[in-house]
């Protein structure tokens, strides 16, 4: 796939509070936009939802303007876990030639910070070079020193189904090449998980479905999973609610009523999702969520 080269001006989001989920107080995206196309993606809802593949362009000045903005933040000592990508996949099929993700890492791992990669992709294992030096060598903030680690890999899935990814993942690669690659990874002593966000309501979201994924994350080694609900923002939905019109029409009604004119389903809905999660967790000995 073809991307446009850009170069930025930042590239180190800083957050105003602490993800809760995810540990985050930054984060860098490589690119922007990405080639995997999942529909669900919450990008979609911005105003690139309907050309996330023509838009999709390269970071290429990222790794110099992340080492001058990381330099002034070591200086102040103010380290927190980076994630690394909040909006972007950071080993999508063009970091193959453009290697801004691994030079990035190179700077995360020169000035001492703890990242979060969030990622579908089997390519990360390219990199586990730079996550080993970053794990042994990053700096935790004060409070999260009992985590030991500087490195969190979290795997994102919605559904075990192959079929089903091809659908709603388009160019990602397949759900087993990613528990796989978890697999490989927790074998190289890495702290990994498995972010089932979003599940799909009536696709993957029932008590059977989350106990087979569940299941899986342990059975590949997962040390901890978050589950979280299906967004649906601006051309977002118009764009989810298509596929669903098109490969499951019985749902469409279904769909209308849970999120109607919202963009994410009732909270009795998630807080059914949240207990229905944290009692699987216990059951098979997974920790739900990092902390």
Same mark, same amino acid.
């Given at each position: 796939?073809?991307?446009?080269? =850009?170069?930025?001006?930042?590239? *180190? ?21 990405? #080639?995997?196309?999942? /529909? ?27 080492? $001058?903005?990381?330099?002034? +933040? ?18 999508? &099929?063009? !970091? ?15 000035? +001492? ?13 390219? @990199? ?14 004060? &409070?999260?020193?009992?985590? #030991?680690? #500087? ?10 189904? !192959? ?5 709603? %993942?388009? #160019? ?6 990613? *528990? ?13 998980? =498995? ?12 008590? %059977? ?15 901890? /999973? ?17 596929? =669903? ?21 009732? +909270? ?5 999702? @949240? ?13 739900? $969520? =990092? /902390?």
């Amino acid at each position: 796939m073809k991307a446009k080269e =850009i170069k930025v001006k930042s590239v *180190l989001n800083k957050h105003k509070t602490r993800d809760q989920w995810f540990l985050d107080d930054y984060s860098v995206n490589p690119y922007k936009l990405c #080639g995997y196309n999942c /529909v669900y993606c919450y990008i979609r809802g911005s105003k690139y939802g309907l050309n996330m593949g023509r838009e999709l362009a390269v970071k290429v000045n990222a790794p110099s303007v992340l080492n $001058r903005e990381l330099g002034r +933040r070591a200086l102040k000592r103010e380290y927190g876990f980076i994630a690394l990508s909040s909006s972007t996949e950071p080993w999508q &099929d063009i !970091e193959k030639d453009y290697l801004i993700t691994r030079r990035c890492l190179q700077v995360i791992s020169k000035w +001492r910070f703890p990242v979060h990669v969030l990622t579908k992709s089997s390519l990360i294992l390219r @990199d586990t070079d730079m996550l080993e030096r970053i794990n042994k060598s990053a700096i935790l903030p004060p &409070d999260l020193e009992n985590l #030991g680690r #500087g490195v969190l890999v979290t795997f994102s899935l919605s559904v075990l189904d !192959e079929d089903l990814a091809r659908i709603f %993942e388009p #160019g990602a690669p397949g759900p087993y090449e990613r *528990l796989q690659t978890l697999q490989q990874l927790k074998k190289l002593g890495f702290y990994v998980g =498995i972010a089932f966000i979003p599940v799909l309501p009536y696709i993957s979201d029932s008590e %059977e479905d989350l106990s087979k994924m569940i299941a899986k994350a342990k059975e590949f080694g997962a040390d901890y /999973v978050f589950v979280g609900a299906l967004t649906l923002f601006g051309v977002g939905k118009k764009i989810f609610m298509q596929i =669903i019109e098109k490969h499951f029409p019985e749902l469409v009604q279904r769909y209308e009523e849970l999120y109607g004119v919202s963009y994410e389903p009732s +909270r009795e809905y998630q807080s059914r999702l @949240d207990s229905i999660a944290r009692k699987l967790c216990r059951e098979y000995g997974v920790r739900y $969520r =990092i /902390v």
